[in-house]
T-cell receptor, first 110, second 115 residues
């Protein structure tokens, strides 16, 4: 079945440093890949999506490339801010179902 | 203002009882979903509905029953509650069915604690 595996958290960084959250997936289909972000007390919200292999998605300085050969979709940001502190989820869309990874809690210290 | 309203935000129940979680969306979407978030399984898919019809069910237990009385409502009835049911339940919606094509919008969740 479909599954997503991502970097185990938590991750603590200093402001201005770079972030990489690894995500790998398994599927027999041709999925759309997503990154979602969840702030405390809220539901997850879409950060960005990439529907096609070998394309890049980005939003708010975050980016990820859908690497079909490596079945990976790593999240990166060159310089994190304190406001980026949240839980980040990699997700795989298989028609009606969105399969989420386990989430990576990021804390950015000033 | 929240576009997906979930009620109640917090609830406590005793083992063996029954609860209903309410979800209404005001986004004009045609597909609605329930997800569960717990310490054991973060953001686990439960049900998807499209135009008030069940599309997908990945909940093993029949104790969980979604109910759609209107196009923009998808409630979740949980019977014979167990402590393992303790979790935050998120309702979500999308413009059209197909989680792989569009964006899912999530509510703020209903946190259920079963004693």
């Amino acid at each position: 079945g479909d599954s997503v595996t991502q970097t185990e958290g938590p991750v603590t960084l200093s402001e201005g440093t770079s972030l990489t959250v690894n995500c790998s997936y398994e599927t027999k289909q041709y999925p759309t890949l997503f990154w979602y972000v969840q702030y405390p007390g809220e539901g997850p919200q879409l950060l960005f999506k990439v529907p096609k292999a070998n394309e890049k998605g980005s939003n708010r300085g975050f980016e990820a490339t859908y690497n079909k050969e490596a079945t990976s979709f790593h999240l990166q940001k060159a310089s994190v801010q304190e406001s980026d502190s949240a839980v980040y989820y990699c997700a795989l869309g298989d028609y009606n179902v969105l399969y989420f990874g386990s989430g990576t809690k990021l804390t950015v210290e000033p | 203002d929240p576009k997906i309203i979930q009620k109640p935000k917090y609830l406590v129940a005793v083992t063996g009882s029954e609860k209903i979680l309410i979800c209404e969306q005001y986004l004009g979407h045609n597909a609605m979903y329930w997800y569960r978030q717990s310490a054991k399984k973060p953001l686990e898919f439960m049900f998807s509905y499209s135009y008030q019809k069940l599309m997908d069910n990945q909940t093993a237990s029949s104790r969980f029953q979604p109910q759609s009385s209107k196009k923009n409502h998808l409630d979740l009835q949980i019977t014979a509650l167990k402590p393992d049911d303790s979790a935050t339940y998120f309702c979500a919606s999308s413009q059209e069915p197909g989680a792989n094509t569009g964006q899912l919008y999530f509510g703020e969740g209903s946190k259920l604690t079963v004693l």
